[in-house]
Each structure stands twice: as structure tokens, then as C-alpha cells.
């Protein structure tokens, strides 16, 4: 009889594998899931025995797990939920996570996601290190400090040794590329849709998805489905971007520029500086 706990990690690894098939994602991903769920299932003790013992690497010599599989897996063990799950179920508020922080508000959370563009605890961190909380209005050094403090905690429960988190982000260009096949596919009909659970009480299947790769990185593409912007009206315009090259998850949003040089641009939000500029049109 299979552990409860690893038939319960396993269960959510084929469900993300289905999800991702009803959905176009390469189907060498799809396997992948579906090949670590067999594993998780079959294993003689718990999985959780396995992070505890032997860390993040112990995960990552089951056979066919690599390391975006063993986070996926260690961050169920850790926090109770798998993010790539929720999201392609429509069910996904990185807010509510951001919240789980003391010293952090729903108001605080909301403008944390959406102009810093963090979207888990990790990208908190870094963010409470690098300078950009501070910039926010209201967030003094002794609460600064409590986020550091209770970040630090909860992640070293979950973080091997050695492993600073940073993750090289794609080149703008590259995103940039993404979010276009996404709006081209989008407004053709061709992608598969979701029905959000937040700000859609019809439980219409209305939000496009795109699952595409470029070179060994995996990217899945949403519109924005946030309180800001349904406020804003900009749903259409905002898109999130997830990829993975096999060390985790992260995230980067694309939107039009509405002033300044760039202005009407597609930009990479918090990296304009890296933004090619567009040719001017001959009048």
C-alpha cells in the first residue's frame, strides 16, 4: 500500500501532468510529471523522510526527478501547496502566499505582486535584500526587518545549503517573444482556456493559457487576472509570464508602456532598461 502522504504528492503531480496535456504543453513535460507521480507513489517510505534525511539532493536522486521536479515536490512538503498547480486549475492568488507573512496586509500584497512583480517567497526575499522594499511608501526598517526575520526562518527549512536562490533571468527579448505568440494565439482562438476562480462567479472558461519552450526553458503565459487589473481594465494587456529552465519557477510581467520613451511598447516591467527600442515608422 503506497504512503499516504506520497499517494497525496502524487496524486498532484498527475493532475498537473493531465492539465498540462488538455492544455498543449510538450508532451516530454507531460511524461516527465506523469513518470515522477509513478515514482513518488512506489517509494518504499515517505518523500517527506527524504527531504528531512538528505535535503534537496536526496529528492533529486529519485530516478527521473531532476531539480524543477524535486522543488516542486519539496514545496508541498513545505508549504502545503504546489503554485503551478493552482495556476493552471485558474485557482492561482500569489497574494494570498504573500499575505502568510507577518507584517504583510492584503493592500501591502497586492502592490508587493503587481509593481514589484514578486509572486513567491522567494522573490520576497530577494526583494527585501536588494533595495526594492524599501522603496515602498509606509514599510519602515523595524517592520522590513520582521519580513527578513520570519522569510529567513521559514525558508531555511526548505532551502539547501549553498543555494542562494538567484536564477538568471531570460533576455528580454526572448520574453518579449513569448508574450507575443501568446497574444497572437490568443486573439486567434488557438489556446486552450481556464475558468479563474477569482472575479468570475459564472466560472466561464475565459482565460487563455499558452505552454511553449524556448531552448531548455519552459514558459506558460496567462493574462493578468488580478484585482488591479480588472480595476484598470488592463486583463487583456497584462501578461504573466512563468519560466523554468529546471531550477524553480519564476516570473516576469509584460505590459504596454503608457508614458515616457517606451510609451506604447510592450515592455518587461522592471527591466526597461534592457528594452529594445523599437524603430520609429516611416510617415
Known sequence: MAEPLNEDIAGRLDEVAGLLAAQGADRFRVRAYRHAAEIVRHLPRPVSEILEREGLDGLKALPGIGESLARAIRDVLAHGRLAMLERLRGESDPTVLLQSVPGIGRVLADQLHHDLGLDTLEDLEAAAHDGRLEQIAGLGPKRLAGIRDSLAHRLSRVRPPGDAGAIA???????????????????????????????????????????????????????????????????????????????????????????????????????????????????
Open 169 to 283: 533571468p531570460p533576455p528580454v527579448t526572448e520574453i518579449l517573444d513569448v508574450d507575443r505568440e501568446y497574444r497572437e494565439k490568443a486573439a486567434a482562438g488557438a489556446l486552450a482556456t481556464i475558468a479563474p476562480r477569482r472575479f468570475n462567479p459564472a466560472r466561464e472558461a475565459w482565460l487563455p493559457i499558452l505552454h511553449t519552450e524556448r531552448g531548455r526553458r519552459h514558459y506558460t503565459a496567462l493574462f493578468s487576472n488580478t484585482a488591479r487589473a480588472h480595476r484598470l481594465g488592463r486583463t487583456r494587456d497584462w501578461v504573466v509570464i512563468y519560466w523554468d529552465e529546471g531550477r524553480g519557477e519564476r516570473q516576469s510581467t509584460v505590459i504596454t508602456a503608457e508614458r515616457g520613451p517606451l510609451a506604447g511598447q510592450r515592455i518587461v516591467r522592471g527591466r526597461e532598461a534592457e528594452q529594445p527600442r523599437a524603430r520609429a515608422e516611416a510617415s
